[in-house]
Nanobody, 128 residues
Protein backbone atom coordinates (compact mmCIF):
# COMPACT_ATOMS: atom_id res chain seq x y z
CA UNK A 1 0.00 0.00 0.00
CA UNK A 2 0.99 3.61 -0.43
CA UNK A 3 -0.07 6.76 1.40
CA UNK A 4 -0.16 10.03 -0.51
CA UNK A 5 0.08 13.61 0.75
CA UNK A 6 -0.18 16.59 -1.59
CA UNK A 7 1.26 20.06 -1.06
CA UNK A 8 2.05 23.20 -3.00
CA UNK A 9 -1.39 24.51 -3.78
CA UNK A 10 -2.32 28.13 -3.34
CA UNK A 11 -3.71 31.24 -4.96
CA UNK A 12 -2.11 32.76 -8.02
CA UNK A 13 -3.03 35.22 -10.74
CA UNK A 14 -3.70 34.11 -14.27
CA UNK A 15 -0.46 33.53 -16.13
CA UNK A 16 1.35 32.50 -12.99
CA UNK A 17 2.91 29.19 -11.98
CA UNK A 18 2.64 26.67 -9.19
CA UNK A 19 4.42 23.41 -8.46
CA UNK A 20 2.45 20.70 -6.74
CA UNK A 21 4.18 17.91 -4.86
CA UNK A 22 2.94 14.54 -3.69
CA UNK A 23 4.87 12.61 -1.05
CA UNK A 24 4.37 8.85 -1.09
CA UNK A 25 5.04 6.57 1.85
CA UNK A 26 4.76 2.82 2.05
CA UNK A 27 6.26 0.17 -0.15
CA UNK A 28 6.54 -0.31 -3.85
CA UNK A 29 6.26 3.26 -5.04
CA UNK A 30 8.18 2.40 -8.19
CA UNK A 31 5.53 -0.18 -9.14
CA UNK A 32 2.75 2.39 -9.32
CA UNK A 33 1.49 4.42 -12.21
CA UNK A 34 0.95 7.91 -10.79
CA UNK A 35 -1.45 10.63 -11.81
CA UNK A 36 -2.86 14.01 -10.91
CA UNK A 37 -6.60 14.57 -10.94
CA UNK A 38 -8.63 17.68 -10.25
CA UNK A 39 -12.17 18.37 -9.22
CA UNK A 40 -14.43 21.37 -8.82
CA UNK A 41 -17.66 21.20 -6.82
CA UNK A 42 -20.49 19.67 -8.80
CA UNK A 43 -18.27 18.20 -11.49
CA UNK A 44 -16.62 14.85 -12.10
CA UNK A 45 -13.03 14.32 -11.01
CA UNK A 46 -10.88 14.83 -14.11
CA UNK A 47 -7.57 13.18 -14.93
CA UNK A 48 -4.99 15.88 -15.67
CA UNK A 49 -1.66 14.09 -16.11
CA UNK A 50 -0.19 10.63 -15.61
CA UNK A 51 3.28 9.10 -15.63
CA UNK A 52 4.60 5.56 -15.86
CA UNK A 53 6.16 3.72 -12.95
CA UNK A 54 9.66 4.25 -14.38
CA UNK A 55 9.09 7.90 -15.19
CA UNK A 56 8.35 7.55 -18.90
CA UNK A 57 5.16 7.86 -20.89
CA UNK A 58 3.72 11.08 -19.54
CA UNK A 59 0.15 11.76 -20.64
CA UNK A 60 -1.94 14.91 -20.37
CA UNK A 61 -5.51 15.98 -20.84
CA UNK A 62 -5.73 18.27 -23.85
CA UNK A 63 -6.58 21.36 -21.81
CA UNK A 64 -3.20 21.37 -20.04
CA UNK A 65 -0.86 20.18 -22.79
CA UNK A 66 2.07 22.52 -23.20
CA UNK A 67 1.42 24.18 -19.83
CA UNK A 68 1.71 21.38 -17.24
CA UNK A 69 4.55 18.90 -16.73
CA UNK A 70 4.36 15.77 -14.59
CA UNK A 71 7.53 14.22 -13.19
CA UNK A 72 8.45 11.77 -10.48
CA UNK A 73 11.46 10.90 -8.34
CA UNK A 74 11.53 7.21 -7.43
CA UNK A 75 14.44 7.71 -5.03
CA UNK A 76 12.60 10.31 -2.97
CA UNK A 77 9.16 8.75 -3.56
CA UNK A 78 7.82 12.03 -4.87
CA UNK A 79 5.46 13.09 -7.65
CA UNK A 80 5.35 16.62 -9.05
CA UNK A 81 3.14 18.72 -11.26
CA UNK A 82 4.66 21.91 -12.65
CA UNK A 83 1.83 24.19 -13.74
CA UNK A 84 2.66 27.20 -15.90
CA UNK A 85 0.50 29.78 -17.67
CA UNK A 86 -2.31 29.07 -15.25
CA UNK A 87 -5.85 30.01 -16.19
CA UNK A 88 -8.92 30.62 -14.03
CA UNK A 89 -10.40 27.38 -15.37
CA UNK A 90 -7.52 25.49 -13.73
CA UNK A 91 -9.03 26.36 -10.35
CA UNK A 92 -9.82 23.08 -8.57
CA UNK A 93 -8.83 20.72 -5.82
CA UNK A 94 -5.89 18.69 -7.11
CA UNK A 95 -5.41 15.07 -6.06
CA UNK A 96 -2.50 12.69 -6.36
CA UNK A 97 -3.44 9.09 -7.17
CA UNK A 98 -1.71 5.73 -7.62
CA UNK A 99 -2.52 2.42 -9.26
CA UNK A 100 -0.37 -0.60 -10.03
CA UNK A 101 1.28 -0.23 -13.42
CA UNK A 102 -0.19 -3.51 -14.66
CA UNK A 103 -3.47 -2.85 -16.36
CA UNK A 104 -2.76 0.73 -17.31
CA UNK A 105 -3.41 1.46 -20.98
CA UNK A 106 -3.41 4.69 -22.98
CA UNK A 107 -7.20 4.59 -22.86
CA UNK A 108 -7.56 4.27 -19.08
CA UNK A 109 -4.49 6.07 -17.74
CA UNK A 110 -6.42 9.26 -16.93
CA UNK A 111 -9.68 7.58 -15.96
CA UNK A 112 -10.60 7.64 -12.30
CA UNK A 113 -11.56 3.97 -12.17
CA UNK A 114 -8.70 1.66 -11.28
CA UNK A 115 -6.88 4.09 -9.04
CA UNK A 116 -6.51 2.44 -5.64
CA UNK A 117 -4.87 5.14 -3.57
CA UNK A 118 -5.68 8.84 -3.25
CA UNK A 119 -4.37 11.81 -1.35
CA UNK A 120 -6.64 14.34 0.34
CA UNK A 121 -5.97 17.06 -2.17
CA UNK A 122 -4.50 20.54 -2.37
CA UNK A 123 -6.48 23.57 -3.51
CA UNK A 124 -5.38 25.63 -6.50
CA UNK A 125 -7.12 28.95 -7.13
CA UNK A 126 -6.34 31.07 -10.18
CA UNK A 127 -7.76 34.57 -10.33
CA UNK A 128 -8.23 36.62 -13.48
Amino acid sequence: QVQLVESGGGSVQAGGSLRLSCAASGSGYDTYYMAWFRQVPGKEREGVAGIGHGGAGARYVDSVKGRFTITRDNVKNMLYLQMNSLKPEDTAMYYCAARHWRGVTPNNALSRGGYEFWGRGTQVTVSS
